[in-house]
C-alpha cells in the first residue's frame, strides 16, 4: 500500500527534483562548461561567452521547459478531475490541434517567413477561437458529454486541415518545416517566447487553481455537485478556458509534447489521496519535472540531428498509457 502524503509535502519533494535537474541541465549542452563557469555566467561575472550561452541559450530553454511541462500537467489534472475519466487528457478538448493548425498556417503561407514570432502568435489566436467555441458551448450549460464530442470535432478537423497543409505542401522545405515544428521541441528557443506564453500560461493556471475547491465534489456525481452549492456551468467553464489558454500557450511555443498532461497526474495521484483538487500543484510540478528531464536527455544524446522533445515524450508516455488502459481494466472486473 503506498503511503499518501500532505500535499504540500509532495509539493515539496517534486519542486527540489525540479531545481536539481533543471541545475543539472544548465550544465548540459555542446559548449563544455563547469559549475563555477555556469554559476558565473548566472550573475553575470564570467566569461561573457559563458554568460551568453547560459544566460541567452540554455536558461530560456530550461525555464520555458519547465513551464510547457507544468501547465501541461496542471491541466490534465484540471480536466481528468471535471469529466472524472482518468484516461482523459488536454488534448481532448481540441486545444492542442488548433494551436497546431494556427503554426501551421503561419508557416503554410510564409508569414513565419517574414516575422519572427508569426508562429506561436498564430498558435495562440488559434487556440483562443478553439476556447471560444468551447466556453460558448459551456456557457450554454452543455453537458461534460457534449463538450467532450466537441473537443473531438474540433481536433478532428484541425487535425484534417494540417493533413492538408502537408498534402498541398509546394515544396519539401516547407513540408520539413511543418513537420518538425509538430514533432515538437525546445531547441532555439528564447526569451522571446518565455515572455509571449508566460502571461497566457498565468491565466490559465489561475483559473485552473480556483476551481480546484470544487473539483472533489465531482467525485460524488454532477447531480450531487450541484445539491453542494457547486455551479456546475461556471466550473466547466473555469477548466475549459483555463486548460485551453495554458495548453494553447505551450503547444505555441514548443509544438505539440504529448502524453505529459496524461503521464504526471497519475504518477502524483497515489501520494494526494487521489484527491482531485489536492492534485492540481503535484501534478503541474510533475509534468515540469518531465519535460525538463526529457529535454535534458534529448540535450545529451549523441548523434548529428537532435531527437524531438515531442518524441521522447511519446516513446516513454504511450507504454505508460497502454499499461494504463490494461490497468483500468482489470480493476473494473
Same mark, same amino acid.
Not at 482518468?86 to 510564409?110: E, T
Not at 528557443?189 to 508566460?198: D, F, I, K, N, Q
Given at each position: 500500500? =503506498?503511503a499518501?502524503?500532505?500535499?504540500?509535502g509532495?509539493?515539496?519533494?517534486?519542486?527540489?527534483?525540479?531545481?536539481?535537474?533543471?541545475?543539472?541541465?544548465l550544465?548540459?549542452?555542446?559548449?563544455a562548461?563547469?559549475?563555477?563557469?555556469v554559476?558565473?555566467?548566472?550573475?553575470?561575472? #564570467?566569461?561573457?561567452?559563458h554568460?551568453?550561452?547560459v544566460q541567452?541559450?540554455r536558461?530560456?530553454? +530550461?525555464?520555458l521547459g519547465?513551464l510547457? #511541462?507544468?501547465?501541461l500537467?496542471? %491541466?490534465?489534472?484540471?480536466?481528468?478531475g471535471?469529466?472524472?475519466n482518468?484516461?482523459?487528457?488536454?488534448?481532448?478538448?481540441? !486545444?492542442?490541434?488548433?494551436?497546431?493548425?494556427?503554426?501551421?498556417?503561419?508557416?503554410?503561407?510564409?508569414i513565419?517567413?517574414?516575422?519572427?514570432?508569426?508562429?506561436?502568435?498564430?498558435a !495562440?489566436?488559434?487556440?483562443?477561437a478553439?476556447?471560444a467555441?468551447?466556453?460558448?458551448?459551456?456557457?450554454?450549460?452543455?453537458? @461534460?458529454?457534449t463538450?467532450?464530442?466537441? #473537443?473531438?470535432? +474540433?481536433? %478532428?478537423l484541425a487535425?484534417a486541415? !494540417?493533413?492538408l497543409? =502537408?498534402?498541398?505542401?509546394?515544396?519539401?522545405?516547407?513540408?520539413s518545416?511543418?513537420?518538425?515544428?509538430?514533432?515538437?521541441?525546445l531547441?532555439n528557443?528564447?526569451?522571446?517566447?518565455?515572455?509571449?506564453?508566460?502571461p497566457? =500560461?498565468?491565466a490559465?493556471?489561475?483559473?485552473?487553481?480556483?476551481?480546484?475547491?470544487h473539483?472533489?465534489?465531482l467525485?460524488l456525481?454532477?447531480e450531487a455537485?450541484?445539491s453542494?452549492?457547486?455551479?456546475?456551468?461556471r466550473?466547466?467553464?473555469? @477548466? !475549459?478556458?483555463?486548460?485551453a489558454? %495554458?495548453?494553447?500557450?505551450s503547444?505555441?511555443? %514548443?509544438g505539440? @509534447?504529448?502524453?505529459?498532461?496524461?503521464?504526471?497526474?497519475?504518477?502524483?495521484?497515489p501520494?494526494?489521496?487521489?484527491d482531485?483538487?489536492?492534485?492540481l500543484v503535484?501534478?503541474a510540478?510533475?509534468?515540469?519535472?518531465?519535460?525538463v528531464?526529457?529535454?535534458?536527455?534529448?540535450?545529451?544524446g549523441?548523434g548529428?540531428a537532435?531527437?524531438?522533445l515531442?518524441?521522447?515524450?511519446a516513446?516513454?508516455?504511450a507504454?505508460?498509457?497502454?499499461?494504463?488502459?490494461?490497468?483500468?481494466?482489470r480493476t =473494473?472486473?
Open positions: 500500500m =503506498m499518501v502524503g500532505r500535499p504540500l509532495v509539493a515539496g519533494v517534486l519542486l527540489a527534483a525540479l531545481l536539481a535537474v533543471m541545475a543539472a541541465s550544465l548540459v549542452g555542446d559548449a562548461l563547469a559549475p563555477g563557469d554559476l558565473g555566467a548566472l550573475l553575470g561575472t #564570467g566569461d561573457p561567452r554568460v551568453f550561452i541567452d541559450i536558461l530560456p530553454r +530550461i525555464l519547465a510547457v #511541462g507544468a501547465s500537467g496542471l %491541466s490534465g489534472a484540471a480536466v481528468q471535471l469529466l472524472r482518468p484516461l482523459a487528457d488536454p488534448g481532448v478538448v481540441g !486545444i492542442s490541434a488548433s494551436a497546431g493548425l494556427g503554426a501551421v498556417v503561419a508557416l503554410y503561407y510564409g513565419a517567413a517574414s516575422f519572427a514570432l508569426a508562429v506561436p502568435l498564430f !495562440i489566436l488559434f487556440s483562443l478553439a476556447t467555441v468551447l466556453a460558448w458551448l459551456a456557457g450554454r450549460d452543455a453537458s @461534460v458529454l463538450l467532450i464530442l466537441a #473537443g473531438v470535432a +474540433i481536433s %478532428s487535425g486541415l !494540417i493533413s497543409a =502537408m498534402n498541398l505542401s509546394p515544396n519539401p522545405f516547407l513540408l518545416d511543418i513537420v518538425l515544428w509538430l514533432l515538437g521541441s531547441a528557443r528564447s526569451a522571446t517566447e518565455v515572455v509571449l506564453a508566460g497566457f =500560461m498565468a490559465g493556471w489561475a483559473l485552473l487553481l480556483a476551481a480546484a475547491r473539483l472533489p465534489a467525485t456525481g454532477e455537485a450541484a453542494l452549492g457547486v455551479d456546475l456551468r466550473l466547466r467553464l473555469q @477548466v !475549459i478556458v483555463g486548460a489558454l %495554458s495548453v494553447g500557450a503547444v505555441a511555443v %514548443s505539440i @509534447v504529448g502524453f505529459v498532461g496524461l503521464v504526471a497526474p497519475h504518477l502524483a495521484r501520494f494526494v489521496g487521489y482531485p483538487g489536492r492534485l503535484p501534478s510540478l510533475g509534468g515540469a519535472l518531465l519535460v528531464a526529457a529535454d535534458l536527455l534529448v540535450r545529451s549523441q548529428a537532435e531527437l524531438k515531442g518524441v521522447v515524450t516513446l516513454l508516455g507504454p505508460f498509457f497502454l499499461w494504463l488502459v490494461i490497468h483500468t481494466r =473494473m472486473r
